[in-house]
């Protein structure tokens, strides 16, 4: 009776112990992170007796979660893709919407300004015409200002993002730390029981660090897990969680960096391995979006500036004087690392706005020489300096260098900040050409002088009237062409036959063209443009420099280098949706596989619950009969 009794106890023990646990299964059924659990039996070891072995009953050997380490380090992967391209498409659609935003965008206040030039071209002697320019001008240089503070504040609210997430990222790194700790103390006081509870919440921390930043980890033999950022960079290592600081970029102050403390207390900066999450996305869109947008902003800027400027001082304002510069022509900025020991500084210059690129500098000084480096294509050359590299002169001033100085040069990533309308006076807009050109009456030929340019006004005004007269024989029996008087320099080849659709000379600091076929003795002349407050001759050069390809190395004009940054930013955004349209999918794929093994299925538990419970209702019975028998025995025997 006793073995009898006993094989229903330990029946009705087990089975107590398998309905709890499915009963913990259906209440935990949406707990976030909660994996299925399930009782292992086995059979007691048997007892021989009377020549048979006879079975002592069933215990239960352990109770086991439902996992799959491989389909739940797949859902953390396709988490931090996830988060990552989203926070991604979030930053780049608002960055995208201040720029296509007609609005605020820059090309409608171009249309304006060009617009309003036209207007002055059209009448160069109306000072209303003149005051408009002005107005639209402000207009334009308040648009590049709203666009560089919208820029600046993006990049505002991206630091606190980067702070706050940083911060998240310590604190879910301790809690894994802390789990580890008690996982090994639980594991090391019940051999061989897991403790399911404390293995889902570490588990359900690493999916919420997942989300800030990718992450790989790596089982101890004690339980513990080690979890690796980055490139390797530990960030909890058994019971110790490495703490992320954030601190100010070393060149630019207004800019956050990641990194860790090294023994020394030296902080190194990690951002360029960081990936993945939220954490990797802030760093990719500041990086391949918000700073190349400031950049290619402040080239227009720059290009728009020098450009015109350059063009204005070579017209004549209503007061017969050479044009001053029309707006302030940003220059590059730099920046030295705040731990250089040495005393040298920089001068940084524009030399050719056309060739400027809109890429960032780096200049380190070893061993006697500068190393100047391209941040964004890594081009670079040494040298003892000074350096000329697309658009920039770069010479190093002040005192002496030690080695490991380190400058940063940013020809434009401040410029549109900079840029800003210096004329005040509508009576200042050098509307007219300082010179004039024509034919004299008596000209025979129909040759003409035109696209005349004061490409040095230094040289102005000319000493006297400039004449051109065509000789056939000017430079020879035989060799046609212009005799000069007035200013030295000829004679100039001209041949009819061939360059009557039009030559181009240069001459004593301005330029011009000739083009059709004169006759022997006909003059055309060139001379100072006095009185010409009626001429539009240089209005029509600025306004000529809307469509003119002026900036990278000739292949754009303003217009077009604004438009290609907005086309850029749209595509981008575009990419970003597309990728976390993808990566939502993927994800609800791995957590739909991950769930179809560690997931609670409310249909599963209810039939195991009655198969339990009539398992229960069965070794209840089993104790019955015994009291039943063991009854009988008793009453059998009773004297």
Known sequence: MADLLNLGTTALLSLQRAINTTGNNIANVNTPGYSRQRVNMETLPSQFNGGNYLGNGVRVDSIERSYDQFLTAEVRSRTSSQRESATYYDLSSRLDSVLADPAVGLSGALNGFFGALQDVANNPGSLPERQALLGQ?????????????????????????????????????QGIADLNKQLVQASA?????????????????????????????????????????GNGQALVVGFTAEQLQTSRDPFDG???????????GTSTSLGRFL?????????????????????????????????FNAQHSAGLDLNGLPGADFFNTPQPTYAAQQNNAGLATLDVSLS?????????????????????????????????????????????TGGAPVDGDVFLVQPTRQAAGLFALALARPEDIAAGSPLRSGEELANIGSAALGSLSADDPGTLPLAGRVTLAFDPDALGPGVPGFNVAGIAGGPLAYDPTTDAAGADFTLGGFSFSVSGTPQAGDQLFIENNANGSGDNSNALALADLQTARSLLGGTASFQDTYSRMVTDVAVRTSQAETGMASESVLLEQAIADRDSV?????????????????????????????????QTLLNATRR
């Open 275 to 307: 990936s993945g999450g939220e954490l990797g996305a802030m760093f990719d869109f500041r990086d391949q979006q918000l700073n190349p947008a400031r950049d290619q902003l402040g080239l227009t800027a720059v290009g728009l500036a020098s450009s």
């Open 254 to 264: 207004t800019a956050v960096q990641v990194g860790v403390v090294g023994p020394a």
């Open 352 to 396: 050719d706005v056309s060739a400027l690129t809109g890429d960032n500098y780096s200049m380190r000084y070893e061993a006697g020489n500068w190393t100047l480096t391209n941040r964004d294509s890594g081009a670079s050359q040494t040298g003892p300096g000074p350096f000329t590299v697309d658009g920039i002169e770069i010479a190093v």
């Open 189 to 229: 006081s019940t051999p061989g029981q897991a403790p399911n509870d404390l293995l889902d919440a570490r588990d359900q921390l690493l999916a919420q660090l997942a989300e800030k930043i990718s992450v790989t980890t790596i089982e101890q033999s004690d339980g513990a897990l080690n979890v690796m950022i």
């Open 137 to 173: 001008s402000q207009v334009l240089a308040d648009r590049f200002g709203y666009l560089d503070d919208r820029f600046r504040d993006l990049e505002q609210e991206l630091n606190g993002r980067i702070e706050a997430t940083v911060a998240e990222i310590n604190t879910l790194s």
């Open 598 to 630: 560690a997931g609670v299925n409310l249909d599963e538990e209810a039939a195991n619950l009655i198969r339990y419970q009539q398992a229960y209702q069965a070794a209840a019975q089993v104790i019955s009969v015994a009291d039943q028998l063991f």
